[in-house]
T-cell receptor, first 115, second 113 residues
Framework: NAGVMQNPRHLVRRRGQEARLRCSPM?????VYWYRQLPEEGLKFMVY????????ESGMPKERFSAEFPKEGPSILRIQQVVRGDSAAYFC?????????????FGQGTRLTVV | QQQVKQSPQSLIVQKGGISIINCAYE??????FPWYQQFPGKGPALLIA?????SEKKEGRFTISFNKSAKQFSLHIMDSQPGDSATYFC????????????FGKGTKLSVKP
């Protein structure tokens, strides 16, 4: 039973390029959460999605960032026109229900470096 | 206030000792308090969690103590081992349907042999 799969594990982008981060939740999980972790910091919530719906995007920057979780396929976090400040580890978590009712399992993260 | 304050930032403990990490919160709407363990290069993994109607929860060497009136909770690691060396995060879930967790800034634990 595979866990939460994120790819790529490491991603290097030049300033101005687009970054696409993928997250395949655990089997049977329909709730997906994206978090960002800066060095020496805790995880900051970005967005919460269920299949085809964004439930809460209160942690998403207003510009350049978007997320989707289509009916088929992985959840995608897209960062357009990346800047150096976007360099961070991005973690995806999934749960079968809302995270207050059950454990949310985290993937191993995508480490984005903007050069 | 949507914050969870965690201390200390780093902790060094001798093998066999007790590691204690503290967290404090302001928002009484938080309804679920998990602790996560993270090794370098890995994602956070749930260690133990508690709800505010319970004052203590123990799983093996790990214990959460919860003080609802003081709005504080702590993680105790008994008989600490070098393999426990990792970064520990406390978190809180804001009650409601949003589902997201608010994380503390983490405590880097080093257990010396």
């Amino acid at each position: 039973n595979a866990g939460v799969m994120q790819n790529p594990r490491h991603l290097v982008r030049r300033r101005g390029q687009e970054a696409r981060l993928r997250c395949s939740p655990m089997k049977g999980h329909s709730h997906v959460y994206w978090y960002r972790q800066l060095p020496e910091e805790g995880l900051k919530f970005m967005v919460y999605l269920q299949k085809e719906n964004i439930i809460d995007e209160s942690g998403m920057p207003k510009e350049r960032f978007s997320a989707e979780f289509p009916k088929e396929g992985p959840s995608i976090l897209r960062i357009q026109q990346v800047v150096r400040g976007d360099s961070a580890a991005y973690f995806c978590a999934s749960s079968p229900q809302a995270a207050s009712n059950t454990e949310a399992f985290f993937g191993q993260g995508t480490r984005l470096t903007v050069v | 206030q949507q914050q969870v304050k965690q201390s200390p930032q780093s902790l060094i403990v001798q093998k066999g000792g007790i590691s204690i990490i503290n967290c404090a919160y302001e928002n009484t709407a938080f309804d679920y308090f998990p602790w996560y363990q993270q090794f370098p290069g890995k994602g956070p993994a749930l260690l133990i969690a508690i709800r505010p109607d319970v004052s203590e929860k123990k799983e093996g060497r790990f214990t959460i103590s919860f003080n609802k009136s003081a709005k504080q909770f702590s993680l105790h690691i008994m008989d600490s081992q070098p393999g426990d060396s990792a970064t520990y995060f406390c978190a809180a879930h804001y009650g409601g349907s949003q589902g997201n967790l608010i994380f503390g800034k983490g405590t880097k634990l080093s257990v010396k042999p």
